[in-house]
Structure formats: C-alpha cells, structure tokens
C-alpha cells in the first residue's frame, strides 16, 4: 500500500526556533511536495521537488527552505519559526498528477 | 484571490439526504481533481476528469466536468455518516491548484 508518513502529528514550538519538519515516501515516487493548509485558504504549495537535490519554489516559498538529499526523503525547514507560519503541513508525493498526501503535522508556533 | 472557488464552504444534512458541492473557476482546466480529507488525515484523490461533459461515478457519488472545462460538481446520494469530511477540488491549469474545500456534515 502506498505510504506518505510525517514525522510528527502535533509540534509546539517557540518563536525563532528552527524547525525541521520530515517527510518519507516509500513509493520511488520522483516529485514530492509541502503544502500548508489553513482554512479558508485550501491547501497552498510552498516547495515542490521533482528530483533528488532539485527544488522549485512554490507560491508561498518566504520563510521556508526545502531538502532532499535522497529520494524518499524531503524536508521542511523553518528556519526561523513565527506565529504567522501556525498552520497544518501536508507533505506528498505524486504519481503524474495523482497526489499521495501524508497525515499531516499540526505546528503550534508559541 | 481563489482560482477555484467552492461552495458552498460549509454542509449539514440528514443521513439520507442529497448533496451536491460545486467548484468553479474562470480559467479552463486540462483536468481536476476532486479530494476528500477526513479529520486528522491527509487527502485521498476521489476522482480526475479530463473531459469537457464528462461524468465519472463513484458508488454513491456523481462527479460532473462542465463542458467548457471550467467548472465541476460533486453529488453524493443518500449521504451517509461516513461521507463526512473536507471535499477539494484541484484543478490543473499549468499547475495545480486547489480550491478551499466544502466541510460536510452527515448527522446520523
């Protein structure tokens, strides 16, 4: 069955901290994807990756970095968390245009 | 500003009750995508359709691409508890882009 796991469910985290939030795919799938979902706002692409070490901005990229070193792994970096950044994270990966969305992390920025 | 705009944002009936929830848009999609998200998960993609007219069944859900490939419906029959959930659409223009969603409510 196909799998999209995040790292965490829930995270609380303090203004300024770094955050790092992780994704794993166990699907060889090459494009994976962070998405922040916010009512009223659907869900917006912040990074998307289409291979390993390659990344492309999405609409909301400002206060966010991205890392994939390998294949199934893809990484959401808040390099300096702030309270406008609270939100629910959704990482997936996508066979063509078919979107495998993980559980989602709910960050908490105190 | 949405690209796709949904309605209606929010839906309570009765098990055993009709729904329908719309997604428009003035641009003309290549295909969307209709998704539903149930608490506490991520979404799960229901259905894609690709031509303009077409209509895609999916046991108790009729999903329907308008003609011009701008606008889409989802309507559920004899909803039932389990149908409750976040329904997005997501419509591919030269990326893709998704709408706000519907929250439905199907009260036993």
């Known amino acids: 069955d196909v799998k999209v796991t995040q790292s965490s469910r829930y995270l609380v985290k303090r203004t300024g901290e770094k955050v790092f939030l992780e994704c794993v795919q166990d699907m060889d799938h090459e494009n994976m994807f962070w998405y922040r979902q916010d009512p009223g706002l659907g869900l917006r692409l912040i990074y998307f990756?289409?291979?390993?070490?390659?990344?492309e901005k999405g609409d909301i990229p400002e206060g966010y970095s991205v890392s994939r070193e390998k294949k199934e792994r893809f990484s959401l970096i808040l390099e300096s968390a702030s309270t406008n950044q609270t939100s629910m994270y959704l990482c997936?990966?996508?066979?063509?245009?078919?979107?495998?969305f993980g559980s989602g992390t709910q960050l908490s920025v105190l | 500003t949405q690209l796709l705009e949904q309605s209606p944002q929010f839906l309570s009936i009765q098990e055993g009750e009709n729904l329908t929830v719309y997604c428009n848009s003035s641009?003309?999609?290549?295909?969307l995508q209709w998704y539903r998200q149930e608490p506490g998960e991520g979404p799960v993609l229901l259905v894609t359709?690709?031509?303009?007219?077409e209509v895609k069944k999916l046991k108790r859900l009729t999903f329907q691409f308008g003609d011009a490939r701008k606008d889409s419906s989802l309507h559920i029959t004899a909803a039932q508890p389990g149908d409750t959930g976040l329904y997005l659409c997501?419509?591919?223009?030269?990326?893709?882009?998704f709408g706000a969603g519907t929250t439905v409510t199907v009260r036993a």
């Open positions: 990756s289409y291979d390993v070490k390659m990344k």
């Open positions: 359709v690709v031509t303009g007219g």
């Open positions: 997936a990966s996508s066979l063509m245009t078919k979107l495998f």
């Open positions: 641009s003309v999609f290549s295909s």
């Open positions: 997501a419509g591919i223009v030269y990326k893709l882009s």
